[in-house]
């Protein structure tokens, strides 16, 4: 694929993410796509069990998710962004009960494409910020061992 058809790909599957359109995704990724989630999350193997193992979950703890990138890029093979997941916490996250406090969660993904679709992500998410703006400090947890 090129470089546009592959930002183009990445960009419309971000239409869907924040459509929080589940069936959409099925013109993104490969049936057998696997997703390599942060610490939390492991490795999701198939389509299906992505959008409802990780995606419904994201959408019932961030009923207003929203995501953004500030950078993104590609050559024919991967594309890589690095940008913003915005909402609001209404529904558990990562065993944390709902706090209702407004989230900016930094993430960066890459992704390899395979004949025009998402075969692999690698997901990096800034969960010691995040937990910080849900009102856990996870480092002040960590030193006081």
Known sequence: MSVASNLTLIQNM??????????????YWHEDMIWHGPPGFGDVHGRDRFKYEVLADFYKAFPDYHVSHEIEFADENWIAGTGYLTGHQKGEYLGLAPTGLPVKMRFSDFWSVVDGKLKENWVMVDHVDTFKQLGVDLMAAINQR
């Open 14 to 27: 971000y239409v869907a993410l924040n459509a929080q359109d589940l069936e959409a995704h099925d013109q």
